[in-house]
Each structure stands twice: as structure tokens, then as C-alpha cells.
């Protein structure tokens, strides 16, 4: 079978995804946070022990800040929404993903001022001086594509991530198409908002997905409801990663994505394993 569809969903997976994921469910399957048995303390430990290798690919300082999602649209909703309110204005491409625009489409009919810049003819990025343009003093975020799934022009979110910086922006970068393929550090690019799939170049499975929040973003929450901490307030918590991820998390599909990305920093980067051992 020679199989091409890769910028859906990766296919096939490494070994180690399939064993981690057999593995978890035969051994470890417990709900993290939810139980002090011994299983319970092992899902957690494997949410935990994924974190690490996703926040060493992406140069993330604070493990914490990887939060884990359904797949790269449900980390764009809930990077579009918790964060920009009615009034405020952000900036966009025209190469997004319907996981970019109907989630924008849907905040601008509710007061939210979305531009979306055209790509130069030339190369078919967004050109940097055309996004200083467009900022406004009500500007709040840039999110941009940083390769698009259409034409397969891949944006240089460095010199965007610097504008973002100069200009006091959140900087929101949709890396469904890159990751796990193309080097990002969200250090070097200014990165506040990273959405990743799990599913494609990071080759773990199918309803996975990873949101990078950076310490200057203040993000409500889309989704109330059980998180394993502070269980005693009825008030969801702001609390990284878990005030993020309520609900029982896709633990086995967290295993296999815990695979996928040490197989990627082990054999394509070269980093040992000492590189994301707590
Ligand atoms: C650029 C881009 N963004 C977002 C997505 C949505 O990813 P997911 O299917 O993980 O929600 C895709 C999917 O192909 C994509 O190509």
C-alpha cells in the first residue's frame, strides 16, 4: 500500500506509537487525576511524561503550557475564543483552514474586527510590511497559517512573530502542516499560541491535538466541568493545563502521541532520551 494522504493524518504509525498505545490501555488505564490507585497514577504520569518531549520539540520553557486537545481545530477554537473579545481586532491570512476561518467567522458575528491580509503575488506568504499596515490601535492578535494545506506556501513566522513583538500582539501560529516536519521554536518566532495536530507529522493517532498557551495570553475557557484539581470550588480554575482540559482526556490517544514525538526527537533530531526524562 503506498499511502499519500500524510497532511490529513499520518499513516502508517511508528511501531512505538501502536506498542505505547497497547500498552497503555492493557497496563495503565486509569483517568488521571481522578483516582489514587495504582492505574490512575499511571495515566497521569503518562499526560505528564507526554508534555515534556512536546515542550522540548517546540522549545517550550514550561511543560505546563501544553495543553491537550481534540486536534488542531479544537486548539484553534480554543485559542480563537478564549482569548479575543468583542471590539478587539485581529489579523489574519487569506490561506487559513476552515479550522481558522468559521472560528473567526463565527467571533466577527459577535463583535470581533477580523482583517484578513492578502499573500503576495510573488510568493504567496503574507508580506510583513502589509501586516504592520493593518494594525490598529483596538489590534489585539495576529494568527497566521504558517503552512497552508492548499498551496503548500510555508510563511516565515519568524519575521511575523517580530512584528507581533514590536507591536505588543498576541502571535498565534497554526502549525497543522508543520509540525513534526519543519524546525519551530516558539522562543525564537515570539509564539504566544501554537495549535498542533496530533495526528499528522507528530504521528501519533487520530483525536489528538496540542495547544501551546505563552504566559502573556489571557485565555477564558471554552469548556466547564471536571478537572482533577480543586474538584471542592464550583468555579472552573485558570489553572495550567488542567483548567484547559476538562473532561476525561484522550489518555490512550496521549500515549501513542508521547511515542510519536520521542520517535521524532530520537531519530530525527538526534536528541537522546536523557533530552525529555523528567
Ligand atoms: C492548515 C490546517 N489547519 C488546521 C487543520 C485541522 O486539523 P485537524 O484535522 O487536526 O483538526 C488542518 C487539517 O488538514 C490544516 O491543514
Redesign the pocket.
Known amino acids: 500500500m503506498i499511502y499519500l494522504d500524510n ?3 499520518s499513516w502508517p504509525k511508528p511501531e512505538e506509537t501502536l506498542e505505547a498505545m497497547d500498552l497503555f490501555l492493557r497496563y495503565k488505564g486509569g483517568n488521571p487525576g481522578r483516582g489514587g490507585h495504582s492505574m490512575a497514577l499511571e495515566a497521569e504520569k503518562t499526560v505528564e511524561e507526554t508534555r515534556l518531549p512536546i515542550a522540548r520539540l517546540f522549545n517550550i520553557p514550561d511543560k505546563e503550557r501544553v495543553i491537550f486537545t ?7 477554537n480554543i485559542g480563537l475564543k478564549g482569548f479575543l473579545k468583542p471590539g478587539q481586532h485581529v489579523l489574519t491570512d487569506c ?6 476561518v468559521r472560528p473567526l467567522r463565527k467571533l466577527e458575528s459577535q463583535g470581533v474586527k477580523v482583517t484578513k491580509i492578502k499573500p503576495s503575488a510573488e510568493d504567496g506568504a503574507l508580506t510583513p510590511s502589509d501586516i504592520e499596515k493593518n494594525i490598529t490601535s483596538d489590534t489585539k492578535l495576529l494568527a497566521v ?5 492548499v498551496t503548500g506556501v510555508v510563511q516565515p513566522v519568524q519575521e511575523y512573530g517580530d512584528i507581533a513583538k514590536k507591536h505588543g500582539l498576541v502571535f498565534m501560529v ?1 502549525a ?2 508543520t509540525a513534526g516536519m519543519y524546525p519551530i521554536d516558539i522562543q525564537e518566532s515570539n509564539i504566544d499560541l501554537l ?1 498542533l ?4 507529522g507528530l504521528l501519533g493517532p ?1 483525536g489528538t ?1 496540542v495547544l501551546y498557551v505563552g504566559d502573556r495570553v489571557d485565555l477564558d475557557t471554552l469548556r466547564e466541568g471536571g478537572t482533577g484539581v480543586y474538584s471542592e470550588q464550583e468555579e472552573q480554575p485558570h489553572t495550567f493545563p488542567y483548567g484547559y482540559e476538562s473532561g476525561t482526556l484522550n489518555t490512550v490517544g496521549i500515549a501513542g502521541l508521547g511515542a510519536g514525538v520521542k520517535f521524532i526527537l530520537i531519530y530525527i533530531k538526534g536528541r537522546s532520551g536523557e533530552n525529555f526524562l523528567p
Open positions: 497532511a490529513a493524518t481534540l486536534n488542531c481545530t479544537d486548539a484553534l490561506i487559513g483552514h476552515n479550522s481558522m497559517t504558517h503552512a497552508s494545506n497554526d497543522a502542516q495549535s495536530p496530533g495526528h499528522k487520530p491535538g
